[in-house]
């Protein structure tokens, strides 16, 4: 009979979320070699079978190792991402998968995967980068501040120079898209986002890129910003309940997630094919200031729809948002947000 002293943390990391089982080990060590520590519920810090046990460090041929995140469940409904991790990680335990990197995987928002809803509270992707001290005291602005701790000390777990910080925060969205995987890029001026790193996402089938410049409090930028991390936040296809996602569609980050995870270039295919990704810059943002805010978009209307220039999309009051650019697209439409949030994301191409 299998105890909880031996029983498998990453055979179980998925189901012990949503059968919310409090009453589990905080450490232990799989089978195949590979350590593991439970900083918080569904958050596991592994560490490979082959590494030091006290500083991390793999003594490994073939360069740079990371210190990795791998982020899925920020919204709770959004449960592709969660499969996809859930059989990385059974695929570790198992023996089926190398683990040579040492690696935190977060299941963001415990509570919301269990309601299957998006958030309860607040959208957590949006209490990041110290935003949860400007909200009331509530589960969602707890766990904000225990990922920004667990995350802050996972970095500072290891001091070699040699190691590179890559976060991969994956979601899917509430819309179609006209690229159904894209991915949104930190790219503050103090740490531009690298060819490299978006030819690695190109890689994995993303096929579209949207760079962002601004401050922003979501997962992503909060580990780019704060710790120099190569970070991303993936969109993946459509949410979808559990057992329902079409997990082929991702085939392409899947792979590129378990290339990446076994030590090998996340970014260099089987089958030796060089995709590119489209890239965008963030021209503007829509905000609603108002009640009287109105969203001149079609509710079904995709992200990355192009509009030309004149074309007026947003009205709030007096004021107007024209299409200023030959041709903007809109990413993220949402008429719906709440007073002094973004109702939409307009792009252009990046030269």
Not at 166 to 185: G, N
């Amino acid at each position: 009979m299998m105890t909880d002293a031996n029983r498998s943390a990453l055979r179980h990391w998925l189901s012990d979320v949503r059968e919310s089982h409090d009453s589990v080990p905080s450490e232990g060590i799989e089978p195949c070699g590979v350590r593991w520590q439970r900083h918080a519920e569904g958050v596991l810090e592994l560490t490979p079978a082959d590494a030091d046990p006290v500083s991390g460090t793999i003594d490994a041929p073939g360069g740079q190792r990371f210190d990795a995140i791998l982020s899925c469940g920020i919204h709770g409904d959004e449960t592709a991402p969660i499969e996809i991790v859930d059989g990385i990680l059974r695929d570790i335990a198992d023996g089926r998968l190398t683990l040579r990197e040492r690696v935190l995987v977060v299941l963001g928002n415990p509570d919301a995967v269990r309601a299957g809803k998006r958030y309860l509270e607040y959208d957590l992707n949006r209490l990041f980068q110290g935003a949860h001290a400007k909200r009331a005291e509530s589960p969602a602005v707890q766990r904000a501040r225990e990922l920004e701790v667990i995350v802050a000390q996972f970095f500072a777990e290891t001091r070699d120079a040699r190691r590179l910080r890559r976060h991969v925060d994956m979601h899917t969205a509430i819309r179609a898209s006209l690229f159904p995987r894209f991915a949104v890029v930190p790219s503050p001026p103090q740490r531009p986002a690298s060819d490299d790193w978006i030819e690695t996402l190109a890689a994995a089938d993303i096929e579209a890129v949207m760079l962002t410049e601004q401050p922003s409090v979501t997962f992503s930028y909060y580990t780019c910003a704060n710790f120099g991390a190569e970070s991303c936040t993936l969109e993946l296809g459509k949410v979808a309940p559990f057992g329902q996602n079409r997990l082929d569609e991702f085939a392409g980050i899947d792979a590129a997630l378990r290339r990446w995870l076994s030590g090998a270039q996340m970014g260099k295919r089987d089958d030796g094919k060089v995709p590119r990704a489209r890239r965008f810059r963030v021209a503007a943002e829509i905000v609603r200031r108002t009640d009287a805010f109105v969203l001149d978009v079609p509710a079904d209307t995709p992200n990355f729809t192009p509009y030309v220039a004149g074309t007026v999309l947003a009205r709030d009051g007096e004021t107007t948002y024209t299409v200023s650019h030959p041709e903007e697209r809109i990413v993220f439409p949402n008429p719906d947000v709440a007073n002094g949030l973004r109702a939409g994301v307009m792009v252009v191409p990046d030269a």
